[in-house]
Structure formats: C-alpha cells, structure tokens
Nanobody, 124 residues
Framework: QVQLVESGGGLVQPGGSLRLSCEAS????????MGWYRQTPGKQRELVAA????????NYADSVKGRFTISRDSAKRVVNLQMNSLKPEDTAVYYC?????????????????WGQGTQVTVSS
C-alpha cells in the first residue's frame, strides 16, 4: 500500500505565496517521477509541474513558468511546490502524483498514485 499525504493548501490573496508538500509512505521501495496537477470544476486535470528521479529535470505548464518551483527530497520521499505571485486563475484543487515501485507481499510492483487533493484559493 502506498499513501500520499498532501499539505499546504489554503486561501491567499493575489500576489501571495503558498507552499504545497506531498509525502509518500507505506511499502514504497523506490520513487521515480513526481508531479503536481490541478483541477477546477468542469475541467480536466492538468499538469502543473513535474520532476524526474533525482531532480535532474523539471517540466512546467506555461501558465506557471517563472512563478512556481517544484522540488523534491528523495530521501524523505517528499515533493514540494512553491507557488509565488499567485493569481485568481490558479484557484483549483491541487493533486500530487507519484510513480515508483512498491512491495506487494513478496513481489515488486510499479505504482502510480494520487494524493487526496488540497484546495488552493486565490482571492481578495
């Protein structure tokens, strides 16, 4: 079993900052790609930012480039999303996504898991 626990969402004024964190726990043996997605009512979930194993490469949605920064602490199996200069259009439920390998009984199994989602609201 793999669990992802997110934290850090909330209400912030335009121009403000928030930091989201997501920790993977359970029978995790290896964590590979990690990322953050967001979703608003009636729209598909979209990629916000992603980071490869070891943090060598990152990828951002055009709408957040220069404002958001994704990072990871591989030893702690944590992925963070620092969000600066927030805009009302950043309002959404943010989900972390983690790919890796877990122990299932006596077998190794690849997993792709989602966090429970955390609400980010940008409003004055």
């Amino acid at each position: 079993q793999v669990q992802l626990v997110e934290s850090g969402g909330g209400l912030v004024q335009p121009g403000g900052s928030l930091r989201l964190s997501c920790e993977a726990s359970g029978t995790v043996l290896e964590v590979n790609a990690m990322g953050w997605y967001r979703q608003t009512p009636g729209k598909q979930r979209e990629l916000v930012a992603a980071i490869t194993s070891g943090g060598a490469s990152t990828n951002y949605a055009d709408s957040v480039k220069g404002r958001f920064t994704i990072s990871r602490d591989s030893a702690k199996r944590v992925v963070n999303l620092q969000m600066n200069s927030l805009k009302p259009e950043d309002t959404a439920v943010y989900y972390c996504n983690v790919e890796g390998v877990s122990l299932s009984g006596v077998s190794l199994r690849a997993f792709n898991s989602w966090g429970q989602g955390t609400q980010v609201t940008v409003s004055s």
